[in-house]
């Protein structure tokens, strides 16, 4: 079976740092953002396997909506 899972990844002075905002606990790392991102995907798999059937199911129906907003600043 695929999913589709959120993932949010952030560029630090190390490098990149991802995390599932629906799979608490869920992060990884990378030093570049291809390897961040294969992590988080293995993360995200490794997480997934540890769920019970209902916990599952909730996740499914689970959406996180990011976008961007202007900020004024002085």
């Known amino acids: 079976m695929r999913i ?3 993932v949010i ?3 630090d002075q190390d490098g990149y740092y991802a995390y599932c905002p629906a799979l608490e606990g869920c992060q990884s790392e990378g ?3 291809e390897e961040a991102c294969e992590n988080i995907r293995e993360a ?3 997480y997934w396997e ?3 059937a209902e916990e ?3 996740l499914l129906g689970t ?3 990011a976008t961007s907003v202007e900020v004024h600043v002085a």
């Open 4 to 6: 589709r899972v959120d």
């Open 9 to 11: 990844i952030e560029r």
């Open 31 to 33: 030093e570049s953002f």
């Open 44 to 46: 995200a798999e490794l």
């Open 50 to 52: 540890t769920l019970s």
């Open 56 to 58: 599952r199911a909730e």
């Open 63 to 65: 959406m996180v909506i």
